[in-house]
């Protein structure tokens, strides 16, 4: 399982990796392990203005689905439209071709309460601490 | 957790919270005459004797075997094959239930997946599920979906006056808590020019019947593509039957196609139970509710069926799934399955020509009573509108008199139709008694 460095996370395994003004959102290589295999990925509309912490998609795998939250606020200015065919594409690169959408970052001072690499995978070995008492 | 009942010690507590003394206090709505009534129940009965009082009893009921019956209005008299019985009573069928657990349930899953293929056959349509409860709650059920599809965003449902009143009513219930504004039924004046200049970029759906409440055709030529200008999707309710003779919806570019699925198969059965098709396009399938069986192989290569795209459902998706009903009517489904196998495309294709036919022999007839009008201009499928002299609800009561069940009474949904009867006539009926209920008819009136 990776943490890929220089992204900031959330706890809830959603990912950011900023670009200028702009920044690319995913969700992480555990949160897509756990998910096991994706079938289906609903995503916002390009235009939609959405808060820090709001949900912006459903992740469907074969038996669960999960909403994913945005890392930072922000308008949604592009959608990886290529899950609508290959959702196996968050299974196979969460990283890299499995991203989900392209936002223009409205208050960047918000990445401060995001976690850094290490930062978060410090917490999901914690989380992996408390789940084997 | 252990089952413990509550303890005297709890029912003090919860009786201290809500405010009462004495249990009895919860029930002091109710008339104290009418809490515990003495059962003036006479003396118990043999199983013989208790036989033939509840033959006699059930023998009052004016029903199809002995009744000629000439009411629709959403239940059809639609002639039955054996073989249809014959197989859903296989004790391997015989459930009601939907199926959860695939790996037992190979045959019954295959029903569906059968049932499913049909139904697109039928509407023209990529995907359908496994049914709903009854035409009425499919309806609902497309006018959430539709929500669904516009993110939430549109608030406005446009629909004809002409869809079914139950169904009107039941839409409204089912989707309260939702905030939309259903119009266009406001008027029977709303014709479908009329219904499409209220699509507006606000509206979700437009919800058109064919062949509608009244038995009329709608021309639904052109219709999808101004629906679809405003972004908003069109949903044709249809009369499955109808479907064997007319162009599929599907055709002329419906989002989504529902409707009754009684008349395929399934008695009437005083009331129910019934199912409701529900079918739609293949990019929107992730937003349809209900249950869906699809083919896939096993590790060795072997065909399988399973429920499909589950995700979309209660069980997995809680408050967010696309509805929060997520069965099916399995064993009408069935029935409607063997009963499209049985008579094929071609036979059902008959079964709508012979109530294309009949219907327009009756209303030929009807209209030859002096008194009585036939009101429908537009073309018809196997009900249309009469004009009566008298109340229908007097002629009703008249026509059971002689065995006969009359048509319905309009006026019941539409104050504009008082004195209309809406009459119903299928392949089940034959000319004699077409000409013996236009001779009740005359009777009764006069």
Known sequence: ?133 | MPYVPHSDADRAAMMKAVGIQKMDDLFQDVPAHLRYPKMDLPEPLSEMELMAELTAMSERNADLKHFMCFLGAGAYCHYIPSVVDQIVSRSEFYTAYTPYQAEISQGTLQGIFEYQSMICALTGMDVANASHYDGATAVAEAVVMAHNVSRKKRRKVVVSPFLHPEYRATTRTYTQGLELTIVGDESVRNDLPALLSMVDEDTMCLIVQTPNFLGELEDLRGVADRVHSKGALLVVVADPISLGLFQPPGEHGADIVVGEGQPLGNAINFGGPSLGFFATRENLVHKMAGRLVGQTVDAEGRRGFVLTLSAREQHIRREKATSNICSNEALNALTAAVYMAALGKCGLRRVAELCYHKSHYAAHRIGRIPGFQVMTQKSFFKEFVVKCPVPVSDLNDGLLEWGIIGGYDLGRDYPEFTNHMLVCATETCTREEIEYFAEALQEVAG
């Not at chain 1, 990776?2 to 969700?27: C, F, N, P, T």
């Open chain 1, 1 to 133: 399982m990776k943490v890929e460095q220089g992204l900031l996370y959330m706890e809830s395994h959603e990912w950011a990796r900023l670009e200028g003004d702009e920044a690319v959102v995913g969700i992480s290589d555990f949160a897509q392990e756990e998910l096991n295999d994706v079938v289906y990925v609903e995503l916002p509309e390009v235009g939609d203005v959405l808060a820090h912490g709001e949900v912006f998609g459903t992740v469907e795998s074969v038996k669960a689905a999960s909403d994913v939250y945005l890392p930072l606020s922000g308008e949604i200015i592009a959608v990886n439209t290529d899950l609508e065919d290959s959702p196996q594409l968050v299974n196979e690169s969460p990283y890299g071709n499995g991203w989900f959408v392209r936002i223009r970052v409205a208050n960047p001072s918000e990445a401060k309460d995001l976690l850094s690499a290490d930062g978060y995978a410090k917490f999901l070995a914690e989380e992996a601490e408390k789940g084997g008492h």
